[in-house]
């Protein structure tokens, strides 16, 4: 059967009537990209038709935890409508993830909440009072992982089935059948399929696996290209039903959203 999402990729056309979601996206720099500025980045956005995207901070992830949170509420709050917000807590600081994720929701747009490994296993005892509040808020927790380290999440949202996670880049590496088995495993668990590559048939082997109900889309921007992650799923040989719950409504569900009036 013909795909018509498929088409929009195959053309070049934006995606105006086709709610699209970013679950994954920073704000930031990264050492090795020659990056784009936010009005470049926004613009992308629109090219391609991404009417809502996740953000976290690439400042934060390298260290200035507040900074980079920081940043995170003027990009939401200069572009209404377009973000919403990961609040970025480190088990570096420990003592101060709590409050700062307090702090954080207190300011409109925060709705998730990004981890990444910096030594502390998600699956320690560090991280419960993180796991307590993104319950008591219901707000996704986006966790880096990679290849088949998945730093304990695949314990985390066993003990945890109050909390839904999205496993970063699932698949990494060739590892699909960990992000697979983790998923099997615990109904609160989603595929992130933000990765650079794209192994043939990894989209098709994820949808068959788990069901497309679990997965969801990002771009990783600005590590990775808008329209590359974008293709790879529109011209996935999956149905378009699926492509939307894929690239809109797994994450809209996940963050509380209605869809976007304008589609
Ligand atoms: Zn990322």
Redesign the pocket.
Known sequence: MKSQLAQYALEGKTLDDVPVFDA?A?VGEWATFDSVTLDEQVAEMDRIGIDLAAVSSLVALTGDIRRGNDRIAEVIAGHPGRFVGYAHVSANYSDEMVSELERCFAIDGFRGVKVYPVGVPYDDSAFDPVWDFARDRSAPVLAHTWAANMNGLENTVQSRPDVNFLA?HAGSEFTYQAYIDAARAAGNLYLDL?YSREHTNMIEHFVESVGAERIVWGT?VP?FSMAQQASKVLCARISDSDKRKIMYDNAAGLFGLDRPGKK
Do not use: I, M
């Open positions: 994954h920073h970063a933000t990783d590590l």
